[in-house]
């Protein structure tokens, strides 16, 4: 990948198929997204940072991913009318991908070996243990609503827990730092 993050081939929710190169030069926080899970309401945080900060050069971008006991069962299509219907989303939503193992998307690959550990993972990972559910160490997807925050020059600047809620002040000041910063 000569442009790394940027040449991943993706494709969106409408089945567009793409790269990231067109947010090439823009603050990108990578979450992976899910409709039936505890995490779910983080869709409305995530589309006020977005409304808030989208003009400043930030873009949320959304990687529906079924692999934490299944609660992202839906086709892109039922996804995508949840996010509009439930929490009026706006910001850019992608097909779903896995995010871990054997068929783990390449983009979740470049994250991943790019930022290992996530701030603030583990007490998320001490309340999974307490539902008795055990995860892979880092560099692997803890769970549902994972952030990464991409800078403007492309690189990995941060990845945050699942319940690290988009009004967190560690991932907000992460952020204006971010779009502070000339690509």
């Not at 790394?4 to 790269?19: C, K, Q």
Request: include cysteine.
């Amino acid at each position: 990948m000569s442009n790394g993050l940027f040449d991943i081939p993706v494709t969106r929710i409408d089945g567009a198929e793409g790269t990231l190169a067109p947010f090439a030069g823009k603050v990108l926080l990578i979450v992976n997204v899910a409709s039936k899970c505890g995490l779910t309401p983080q869709y409305a945080g995530l589309e006020a940072l977005y409304q808030a900060k989208k003009d400043a050069g930030l873009e949320i971008l959304g990687f529906p991913a079924n692999n934490f006991l299944g609660q992202e069962p839906g086709t892109d299509a039922e996804i995508q009318d949840f996010c509009s219907t439930s929490f009026d989303v706006h910001f850019p939503l992608f097909s779903k991908i896995s995010v871990l193992g054997d068929d783990q998307h390449p983009l979740y690959g470049f994250l991943t070996a790019a930022q290992p550990a996530a701030t603030g993972d583990g007490p998320f990972r001490e309340r999974l243990k307490g539902f008795g559910i055990e995860r892979d160490a880092p560099p692997a997807v803890l769970w549902n609503f994972e952030k990464f925050l991409i800078g403007r020059d492309g690189k990995v600047a941060g990845r945050f827990a699942p319940d690290i809620a988009a009004d967190d002040p560690r991932l907000t000041a992460a952020i204006d730092a971010a779009l502070a910063k000339a690509a």
